[in-house]
């Protein structure tokens, strides 16, 4: 006789995908809307210079509270962004947040003013005009370009070429740059060397299992390198004022984590930089 399918073999039902689509839909429909009235809100976590004690500059984030589900986590949102284009408006909304956070955390004739660093995606960085479009706005706040710093995430240095170049226009412009996400996945240290990142961001994955020696080894030889290059170094997700003294000892320049600030809201941060300061 004929056997039938069992349950467990049979196709689950296409309604799903379709639902899935029609959520994602829905959903960039209310992104578009958040943007419109300006219900993203940029948070600005603070970066710890660690031999000085002082805090150097912050990392934009952006952060959405959707009117029913509730906040949407960026890793979320921003890929969905990525998706629909929706990211170019995004960058530039984040950047005028930045650029007039920027103007009450330090005025561009400081003697040592903070940076901002924010993160552009890869669609972002594909946009010829995109770097215009930043110089523009940073001269329309009265800032230093010295005083941004951009974030690339280390997967998007797949395309190297694309990346160099963007450097090299970015540094001929004076604004900095920093591989985000260091060491996870696509480390590729023959890219590494052709390529004048100002920052490495040692990824947060590192710092979590610094207790361990084999890992405090990497860390350790990561920020010699990165040193050798004539880069400054970042170390995400520092929590423990042991995971700090460790950084410190091994001559890390900057930490960034939950135990030095979680990201804060622009009132928050300008007490902070101005209580630091005094
Ligand atoms: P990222 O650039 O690597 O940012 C660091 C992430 O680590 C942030 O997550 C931050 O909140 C989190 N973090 C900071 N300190 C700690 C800590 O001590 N412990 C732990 N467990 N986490 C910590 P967040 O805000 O969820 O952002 C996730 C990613 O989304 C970012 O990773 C960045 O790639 C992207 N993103 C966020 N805002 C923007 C934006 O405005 N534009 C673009 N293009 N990407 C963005
Ligand atoms: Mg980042
Ligand atoms: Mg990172
Ligand atoms: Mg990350």
Not at 173 to 185: C, E, N, P, R, S
Request: hydrophobic share 45%.
């Amino acid at each position: 006789g004929q056997i039938e399918p069992s349950a467990a073999s049979l196709p689950v039902p296409r309604s799903s995908d379709a639902s899935v689509a029609l959520d994602k839909i829905r959903l960039e429909g209310h992104l578009r809307e958040a943007l419109d009235k300006g219900e993203l809100e940029v948070r600005l976590q603070p970066i710890l210079d660690i031999a000085h004690h002082r805090i150097a500059g912050f990392e934009a984030l952006t952060r959405w509270t959707h009117p029913e589900r509730g906040p949407i986590s960026p890793a979320e949102f921003i890929a969905l962004a990525e998706e629909t284009s929706l990211i170019v408006p995004v960058g530039d909304y984040v950047l005028d947040q930045v650029c007039s956070a920027l103007q009450q955390l330090a005025p561009g004739d400081a003697a040592d003013p903070l940076f901002v660093a924010l993160n552009v995606s890869g669609r972002q960085l594909a946009d010829p005009a995109l770097l215009d479009r930043f110089l523009a706005v940073i001269r329309a706040h009265g800032l230093q370009p010295a005083q941004l710093k951009i974030e690339i995430t280390e997967s998007l240095v797949l395309d190297y070429v694309q990346v160099s170049r963007i450097i090299e226009r970015c540094h001929a412009a004076g604004i900095k740059v920093a591989l985000d996400d260091f060491g996870t996945g696509y480390s590729n240290l023959g890219h590494l060397h052709k390529l004048e990142f100002d920052t490495l961001k040692l990824d947060q994955g590192f710092v979590r299992q610094m207790h361990e020696p084999r890992c405090l080894a990497i860390v350790h030889a990561v920020v010699v390198m990165a040193h050798s290059l004539g880069c400054n170094i970042v170390a995400e997700g520092v929590e423990t004022q042991a995971q700090l003294d460790s950084l410190r000892e091994l001559g890390c320049t900057y930490a960034q984590g939950y135990l030095i600030g979680k990201p804060l809201a622009l009132v928050d941060a300008v007490a902070l930089a101005t209580s630091a300061a005094a």
